[in-house]
């Protein structure tokens, strides 16, 4: 008789979301973790970066005041107290995550596991040489940061997005490579704080996949605030300089040019972890059908591991579907109107179709823009600049996808997602009461316009 019904490797947003809702259906549950609760979100991702964010937004505020009648006299920043603060924030959120595990009665292995058997019955041999066995496994290792093979970066020193969250003295210019949500978070904390950022990313827009036109946007937005942004440079070596700089080549629309800085950062994406899993054989995105189960009977895997999104709330969501059709279930995921938030200044915030796919896949579509610049919260905050786009089809009048460059972006979007999802049409949201003021309205105002109705902008 197996000792557990599912074991669960790995405690990331998957893993310790798929272990609670297990156990509170009823199952009883072993959760296996090599390091930390929480995995890459809470340790070296959302929540740490979030934090620095907000320390970042407090400076700004601050050096900002005056225009509302406040000086603040004598304020220093001092990075290894932000540090500190984030640490604080990450410690906490992990103990609480232990707590519900512990209150949740699952038994909780701190130690790394390695996949012995994959058969009818499945087992787990720990570091200490004990085995642990299951009826279902889920799999939900997540992902660690990929070092592209760039020629020098060996023999030049850098940092990761997850090192990077450790430096406590502030960098005076700051290179990073890769344009994506990782590099641009960044590059925007940094630069916030008072760091020289330039970003150097191959593709021919800042955050590929992400609707165009709200990448231009958002793109001027970010040199505004004096982030220096180079799209199509193909990065050909780093080195480091004899005065102790690193400076880092690249060809850009077929010229040889270079920028120096104090740090580098490398973010150009992440790749599955395989600790424990060798039995899977290829070092990829391990394959899941509709119902998120391996082609190993009774062994599934959600979040990082299976590529797809890499959010920690749709690993969150997997975790629990994949373990309702552990115990039976036949359910699909729904990745219809996933928000896609990033916490930049100003924020960006995306669900459902760019105009692009839009394209692509045939629809015959309109879309409208309604300008922060018309929304009185914006103006009252001082934060005027963002615009909310708006993708509905022509003759249905379907919800395709909203898109959001400003600030609370990332808040604002929850409303469109769900009405994504939900299919609904623009002529029916129209009709929704937003509170004013709020940036929430400027939802409001964009399905108004899709109507013909633009109240507070000219056409």
């Not at 798929?18 to 959760?31: F, S, T, W």
């Not at 601050?62 to 004598?74: F, M, R």
């Not at 960098?171 to 590099?183: N, Q, R, S, T």
């Not at 960006?348 to 045939?362: F, M, N, T, V, Y």
Request: hydrophobic share 40%; aromatic share 6%; glycine share 12%.
């Amino acid at each position: 008789m197996p000792d557990y019904e599912i074991i669960i490797l790995g405690g990331g947003p998957a893993g310790y979301m798929g272990a609670l809702h297990a156990a509170q259906k009823g199952a009883k549950v072993a959760l296996v973790e090599k390091k930390y609760l929480g995995g890459t979100c809470l340790n070296w991702g959302c929540i740490p970066t979030k934090t620095m964010v907000e320390g970042a937004h407090i400076k700004s505020s601050l050096e900002k005041g005056k225009a509302y009648g406040i000086e603040a006299k004598d304020v220093q920043f001092n990075l290894a107290g932000l540090v500190k603060k984030k640490n604080e924030v990450v410690q906490n959120l992990r103990d609480g995550i232990a707590q519900l595990i512990k209150a949740n009665k699952i038994d909780f292995y701190n130690e790394e596991g390695k996949v012995t058997a994959a058969g009818k019955v499945k087992e787990i041999t720990l570091a200490d040489g004990k085995t642990i066995s299951c009826e279902k496994l889920l799999l939900a290792t997540g992902s660690q940061v990929a070092i592209p093979p760039i020629p020098g970066l060996d023999e030049t020193p850098f940092l990761t997005s997850d090192s990077l969250l450790d430096l406590e003295e502030m960098p005076e210019e700051l290179i990073v490579i890769g344009a994506g949500v990782i590099g641009l978070e960044m590059a925007g904390i940094f630069n916030s704080l008072g760091s020289g950022v330039t970003v150097v990313e191959m593709m021919d827009q800042i955050l590929p996949g992400l609707d165009k036109e709200l990448a231009q946007r958002a793109r001027i937005f970010l040199k505004k605030k004096g982030i220096n942004i180079e799209t199509k440079a193909q990065v050909q070596r780093v080195e480091k300089t004899g005065e102790g700089k690193i400076e880092v080549y690249y060809q850009r629309r077929n010229k040889d040019t270079s920028v120096k800085g104090s740090h580098l950062l490398v973010a150009t994406g992440r790749k599955p972890v395989y600790t424990g899993l060798e039995f899977i054989g290829e070092k990829k995105e391990v394959e899941v059908n509709e119902y998120l189960e391996t082609k190993w009977e009774g062994i599934f895997a959600a979040g990082d591991l299976i590529g797809g999104y890499q959010l920690a709330h749709v690993a969150y969501h997997e975790g629990i579907v994949a373990v309702n059709n552990m115990l039976g279930d036949k359910e699909k995921v729904n990745y219809a109107g996933i928000p896609n938030c990033i916490f930049t200044d100003p924020q960006i915030a995306a669900s459902g179709l760019s105009e692009e796919k839009a394209k692509e896949k045939g629809y015959d579509y309109e879309t409208v823009k309604f300008p922060f610049s018309a929304l009185g919260k914006a103006v009252a905050s001082s934060d005027p600049e963002g615009m909310i786009k708006i993708i509905f089809t022509k003759e249905k009048q379907t919800l395709l996808g909203i898109h959001i460059v400003g600030r609370e972006a990332t808040e604002i979007i929850h409303h469109g997602a769900g009405a994504i999802r939900m299919g609904q049409s623009v002529d029916q949201l129209a009709k929704t009461i937003f509170a004013h003021p709020t940036y929430s309205e400027g939802l409001g105002e964009a399905y108004h316009m899709s109507q013909g109705h633009f109240y507070h902008t000219s056409r």
